[in-house]
């Protein structure tokens, strides 16, 4: 089936350090979602795409949808202890109708102070 | 309500006995997720509504899993004869049709 493949699994960074992940797929999207999730929490919505090639930012974040429909990117600058957690990419495969959405496996964020 | 609503928060039952987890979308809100995730795991798909409709229930584990929806508002997934890998975070999610996916807390289901 399809599959969003994260990089990198995990990562440790110093605080203020800035950082970058990003999501690739077999197949085209129309939409990326970036989630972050916290220990015991339902994920929540930090930034939406919609179209190739849109750079969106929300405050320290930002992300990219790929020129190519089949990846995107995140980036998180000055990085501070509560940027802890688990960051999911996620979207609708153009293959797969409009509202099937599916979410990556996933980057691990460990913030040292 | 504010936001999508889930219960029971978290669910411990027996191997074998059945189990139902409910959500509450977000008024309003034509399409309807769930989504499981183990422990440590990310978010794998199992079924969604639009409307009262499951156009995809493509990711339902097996047919001990099922799910509906009433009132294109509460959604009912339920799992017959509970086994110990069914042990996981059961997520819902709502939105407004195409558009971005808002997530409840969860219900924990442990099954011993």
């Known amino acids: 089936g399809q599959q969003l493949n994260q990089s990198p699994q995990s990562m440790f960074i110093q605080e203020g350090e800035d950082v970058s992940m990003n999501c690739t797929s077999s197949s085209i999207f129309n939409t990326w979602l970036w989630y972050k999730q916290d220990p015991g929490e339902g994920p929540v919505l930090l930034i939406a795409l919609y179209k190739a090639g849109e750079l969106t930012s929300n405050g320290r974040l930002t992300a990219q949808f790929g020129i190519t429909r089949k990846d995107s990117f995140l980036n998180i600058s000055a990085s501070i202890p509560s940027d802890v957690g688990i960051y999911f990419c996620?979207?609708?495969?153009?293959?797969?109708?409009?509202?099937?959405?599916?979410f990556g496996t996933g980057t691990r964020l460990k913030v040292l102070a | 309500g504010a936001g999508v609503s889930q219960s029971p928060s978290n669910k411990v039952t027996e191997k074998g006995k059945d189990v139902e987890l409910r959500c509450d979308p977000i008024?309003?809100?034509?399409?309807l997720y769930w989504y499981r995730q183990r422990l440590g795991q990310g978010l794998e798909f199992l079924i969604y509504?639009?409307?009262?409709?499951?156009?995809?229930k493509s990711g339902l584990p097996s047919d001990r899993f099922s799910a509906e929806r009433t009132g294109e508002s509460v959604s009912t997934l339920t799992i017959q004869r509970t086994q110990q890998e069914d042990s996981a975070v059961y997520l819902c999610a709502s939105s407004m049709g195409a558009g971005e996916l808002f997530f409840g807390e969860g219900s924990r289901l442990t099954v011993l």
């Open positions: 509504f639009q409307g009262n409709s499951a156009p995809d």
């Open positions: 008024s309003g809100h034509t399409a």
């Open positions: 996620a979207g609708p495969p153009y293959t797969s109708g409009t509202y099937k959405y599916i």
